[in-house]
């Protein structure tokens, strides 16, 4: 049976494993370190594809999930978590380096495909996933088809305008809704709540309000800490008003929230979901709109990878 090698490019992190056509993990894993620089990338990549290789059989396909803007090219136009790597044809240096057929996609936009294959959204013909860690991805499945838009750059959540006079974003603009919605922006509520003289608790667990980040928020809310409780409501506003958006865009049947802060469960989930229905357009009117947790945790990049692989190696 034929098999496909997937890699999940992070920011502190390269995961590669293997995986049959129906998905089932095969071999053995490898992962290692993010290097910096195109270069010491492409080193480390081709290292744990053939790591993975060695145990996994006859694999045919390679498929590779990085951060940023990727084209249907396979190039990386810029990868905003990846330092000193911009404009690299990942797929023509990949295929050349290894003789197998290549395909590349944006790392949310694989994790969604895995979602919709083998996780939460499994069987949904139109869905969409957002991962909420220290910024906000995403993807999107319409008609049960990844959407990669005209130059392949689609599903860039992360990157909507929330707020026009907001705070600073990497990307160079202002009030972009990863600034409030991602594991950083839940990190700065907490720390606006603390500077203001509310979240007691969270400077107490942090030793100083400039110190206050997003696992003290979850520890004290664990505790039933209400100061704490609050900072997750208001991050719940906001995380809903970028679902409530893109539900308003797309009517998806199905909407799947992964990425880290997916880990402290109900505590992200509850806020969500209260907010959402009174969020989006015509709550009282529309069919329900499950927002569900992702079920492939930190591996959902590179099965997607390799499910996106097999689908482009033909």
Same mark, same amino acid.
């Given at each position: 049976m034929a098999h496909s090698v997937g890699v999940d490019v992070g920011g502190t992190k390269v995961l590669a494993l293997a995986v049959d056509e129906s998905g089932r993990r095969v071999g053995n894993e490898a992962r290692r370190p993010t290097p910096q620089g195109a270069d010491a990338l492409l080193d480390t990549i081709v290292g744990v594809i053939t790591?993975?290789?060695?145990?996994?059989?006859?694999?045919?396909?390679?498929? =590779?999930?990085? #951060?940023?803007?990727?084209d249907r090219?396979?190039?990386?136009?810029?990868g905003p978590n990846l330092p000193g790597v911009v404009d690299l044809p990942f797929r023509d240096e990949l295929h050349s380096r290894l003789g197998l057929p290549v395909s590349v996609d944006n790392d949310a936009t694989c994790a969604t495909w895995a979602e919709v294959k083998l996780g939460a959204a499994r069987g949904a013909?139109?869905? $969409?996933?957002?991962?909420?860690?220290?910024?906000?991805?995403?993807?999107?499945?319409?008609?049960?088809?990844? @959407?990669?838009?005209?130059?392949? $750059?689609?599903?860039? #959540?992360?990157?909507?305008v929330v707020d026009p006079v907001g705070?600073?974003?990497?990307?160079?603009?202002?009030?972009?809704?990863?600034?409030?919605?991602?594991?950083?922006g839940l990190g700065r509520l907490a720390?606006?709540?603390?500077?203001?003289? @509310?979240?007691h608790r969270l400077v107490e667990l942090a030793g100083h309000p400039e110190s206050v980040r997003g696992e003290h928020v979850a520890r004290a809310a664990q505790e039933g800490d209400a100061e704490a409780?609050?900072? $997750?409501? @208001?991050?719940?506003?906001w995380a809903a008003l970028g679902i409530a958006n893109l539900v308003n865009l797309l009517d998806p049947e199905i909407v799947v929230v992964g990425?880290? =802060?997916?880990?402290?469960?109900?505590?992200?989930?509850?806020?969500?979901?209260h907010a959402f229905r009174e969020l989006v357009l015509a709550s009282e009117h529309r069919p329900e709109v499950p927002i569900v947790p992702a079920l492939l945790?930190?591996?959902a990049g590179a099965i997607g990878a390799a499910l996106v692989g097999f689908d482009r190696s033909d």
């Open positions: 790591e993975v290789r060695a145990s996994a059989g006859d694999v045919t396909a390679i498929g =590779l999930g990085v #951060p940023g803007l990727v090219s396979g190039r990386l136009a810029i013909t139109e869905a $969409f996933m957002v991962t909420l860690g220290t910024g906000i991805g995403g993807g999107v499945v319409m008609s049960g088809k990844l @959407q990669r838009g005209h130059n392949g $750059f689609a599903a860039e #959540p992360g990157h909507m705070p600073p974003c990497p990307c160079g603009r202002r009030g972009c809704w990863e600034r409030y919605a991602s594991g950083s720390r606006d709540a603390a500077e203001s003289g @509310q979240g409780l609050e900072v $997750f409501r @208001q991050f719940g506003w990425g880290g =802060l997916v880990e402290a469960g109900e505590l992200v989930l509850t806020p969500i979901r945790g930190s591996d």
